[in-house]
């Protein structure tokens, strides 16, 4: 089924002392690199267990876990906001700030330029006190009248918005010749040392610890710096949906691109960013085998058929035991980084029908190696897939299920056949934190890693006119994966 390739077109051979602090000796004869198995390692186990039944006409799983709305409307406020937010970038802030999170958001604009708002924002609980976390409120009347009556996260202020100027880019041309000179974020990615730069008061909060006075981390970039691919002529018309690898030896790479099961001659892709903005060559094994792949031609679900595979979101690490187990200790062994993939799947138009939520996971030391991606498409409790009607979507409810049943056969009965409709047409996920409030202690420095027992925030965009999160334990996102070849 699988075919070793060179795993890129402009791949430079490790090891080199320049680009890695981890080298680990040679594999075998023909390759560069040595790790342990994943499917080997016993820290991984936990990633391979499906508690979870799949659904049995979409493929995916559904988790407890239900989606909530962002509003960036503060209560009180007296004249109504009708713009529309969407691409929620959620980050959560230490753990000695007055505030949880700050989320930064597009606004649908005209097209002649882009706007980025921010702004600091807390979740408020609705229910009882068993249903609430540490350091949140109940939700007020006004709270209910913005977010529903799940609650969920609001700006404590007006969002501010993000003055950013037009991207400096050695190369734009083609359909996205005029994207150099418009201002503001396309898909902005959140981190941070950067978006001090933007947001001063995030300076003074960095600086604050009481466990560990400073000036705050140091700021990788002070001005708007483009990262470049290395070669040149390997940039895309647009780089996006990248992603950084944060290492614990505070080095940094950048993840360009998945391998493409389409052609067989497009790896994986990233780099080692060396300052400026400037990046090393492609580093990827070149006798990685690819771990996705294409299965078109053996499948019968039309509705299957046709995906291509996007990175999403950021990355996060994570040590694949719980955080409370005293035996748990974080190491270059047991440690990896994970991120969501989208298979997505486009309409006859060739519009976007749905993004299918997908976890992969990465080695956390160079050259990153892949150790496994999801078995099944996650969903949460109240999401549904486009390109199944509504009783489908639900089969994997089973109250939804007997209402379906028992209301099927009944003469004139049409879809949902008295159960629950399909929800939004799709959605996608562009960022991943670790939750607020995981500990008192946390520091900065310990925001890109935790424990499987963890909470992590994900921002949904909705129909590219919404926004909503989601929070889940970090095992339960990263369960039933499927190893990836060696």
Not at 29 to 57: G, M, Y
Not at 117 to 137: F, H, L, Q
Not at 235 to 243: G, I, L, Q, V
Not at 266 to 279: D, W
């Amino acid at each position: 089924m699988f075919t070793a390739v060179n795993a890129s077109k402009n791949h430079l051979p490790p090891p080199s002392d320049f680009y890695y602090s981890y080298y680990k000796g040679a594999r075998g004869p023909n390759s560069t690199w040595a790790s342990t198995l994943p499917i080997t390692n016993s820290a991984f186990e936990v990633l391979w267990q499906c508690p979870t039944k799949e659904n049995r006409f979409t493929n995916h799983i559904r988790l407890p876990n239900i989606v909530q709305n962002i509003t960036q409307i503060p209560p009180g406020s007296s004249v109504p906001d009708t713009r529309i937010f969407w691409n929620p970038t959620i980050i959560s802030l230490p753990s000695w700030s007055r505030n949880q999170y700050i989320v930064v958001s597009r606004i649908v604009t005209d097209g002649e330029h882009q706007e980025n708002v921010m702004c600091e924002a807390n979740i408020c609980y609705t229910g009882s006190d068993e249903d609430k976390r540490d350091g949140e409120k109940s939700c007020m009347e006004d709270d209910l009248n913005l977010l529903g009556p799940a609650g969920g996260m609001k700006c404590k202020e007006s969002p501010i918005a993000l003055q950013v100027p037009p991207t400096p880019a050695e190369q734009c041309g083609g359909k996205y010749e005029n994207y150099v000179d418009i201002p503001g974020f396309h898909d902005p990615r959140v981190f941070w040392s950067d978006l001090r730069s933007l947001y001063s008061p995030l300076q003074t909060l960095l600086g604050s610890s009481p466990r560990r006075p400073s000036l705050g981390p140091l700021k990788s970039y002070q001005t708007l710096t483009e990262l470049t691919r290395n070669p040149p002529e390997t940039r895309a018309s647009m780089e996006k949906n990248w992603m950084l690898f944060f290492t614990s030896s505070g080095e940094s790479y950048i993840h360009y691109d998945l391998s493409n099961p389409r052609k067989a001659d497009q790896g994986r892709t990233f780099a080692k960013l060396i300052g400026n903005g400037f990046t090393t060559p492609n580093l990827t094994d070149p006798l990685e085998v690819p771990c996705l792949y294409n299965t078109d031609s053996t499948e019968t679900d039309e509705a299957k058929k046709g995906g291509t595979w996007h990175q999403a979101t950021n990355s996060l690490r994570l040590v694949p035991c719980k955080r409370e187990d005293s035996q748990c200790n974080a190491s270059g062994a047991n440690t990896v980084f994970f991120a969501i993939i989208h298979h997505k799947f486009p309409n006859s138009l060739g519009l976007p029908l749905r993004y299918e939520r997908y976890f992969m996971v990465w080695s956390a030391v160079p050259p990153f190696s892949l150790i496994g991606v999801s078995k099944h498409p996650i969903l949460m409790a109240n999401e549904t897939a486009s390109g199944w009607t509504p009783s489908q979507n639900w089969d994997d409810d089973d109250t939804n299920a007997r209402i379906v049943h028992d209301t099927k056969t009944r003469r004139n009965a049409t879809e949902p056949y008295g159960g629950k409709d399909n929800w939004a047409y799709f959605t996608y996920t562009v960022s991943m934190a670790y939750a607020w409030g995981r500990s008192k202690n946390d520091e900065v420095e310990d925001k890109n890693i935790g424990y499987l027992d963890d909470e992590v925030v994900l921002g949904i965009g909705v129909e590219d006119k919404g926004q909503v999160f989601a929070r889940v334990r970090a095992g339960d996102l990263v369960q039933c994966l499927r190893a990836c070849p060696r």
